[in-house]
C-alpha cells in the first residue's frame, strides 16, 4: 500500500508528492544513467538519456517483481540545470507513459559532473513491493 502525504494547508506539489509512506518488500535501486544494457550510451541528448534511465529504473524494479507503480522515492541528479528544464516536456511526457504515477517523493540535484563522462542524468530510485 502507497500514499502521497500531502499536509494541511499545503499546495499539491506539481509532479512529485511531498512525501509517501507504504508498506511491503523494500527495493533500493542505484544510480541508474542513460546508457543500454551493454553500457554503451546511444545519445547525448539530455531527455533521451532520461528516458533510459527511467527504463534502466525500471528494469531493476521489476527484477524485485516490482512495477512503477510501487516507487516511493527518486533522486535525480543532473550536469545542468537548464539542460533538464529544457526537456521537461519530454521527460514528463515519458514519465508518464513509463511510470504514470507522480505520488513519488523526488529531489533534482544539480552536480558538477557524473562518474561517467557522457552521463548528463543519474536517477537513484526506492520502491516499496506490497507482499
Same mark, same amino acid.
Given at each position: 500500500m502507497k500514499k502521497a502525504l500531502l &499536509? $494541511? @494547508?499545503? #499546495?499539491? &506539489?506539481r %509532479?512529485? =508528492? +511531498? @512525501? #509517501?509512506? $507504504?508498506? %511491503?518488500l523494500q527495493v533500493f535501486i542505484a544510480g541508474q544513467i542513460g546508457w543500454d544494457e551493454?553500457?554503451?550510451f546511444q545519445t547525448t541528448d539530455f531527455? $533521451?538519456?532520461?528516458?533510459? $534511465?527511467?527504463? +534502466? #529504473?525500471l528494469a531493476v524494479l521489476h527484477e524485485a517483481g516490482g512495477k512503477p507503480e510501487h516507487l516511493v522515492r527518486?533522486?535525480?541528479y543532473v550536469t545542468d540545470k537548464r539542460e533538464y528544464l529544457a526537456a521537461l516536456k519530454d521527460i514528463g511526457r515519458a514519465f508518464r507513459e513509463l511510470i504514470g504515477d507522480y505520488d513519488i517523493a523526488m529531489s533534482a540535484v544539480q552536480v558538477v559532473a557524473l562518474i561517467e563522462d557522457e552521463a548528463k542524468v543519474e536517477i537513484? =530510485?526506492?520502491a516499496v513491493v506490497p507482499q
Open positions: &499536509p $494541511a @494547508g499545503w #499546495v499539491k &506539489p %509532479g512529485y =508528492a +511531498n @512525501g #509517501v509512506s $507504504a508498506t %511491503g551493454q553500457a554503451r531527455a $533521451a538519456q532520461a528516458i533510459q $534511465a527511467l527504463k +534502466n #529504473v527518486m533522486t535525480w537513484e =530510485a526506492t
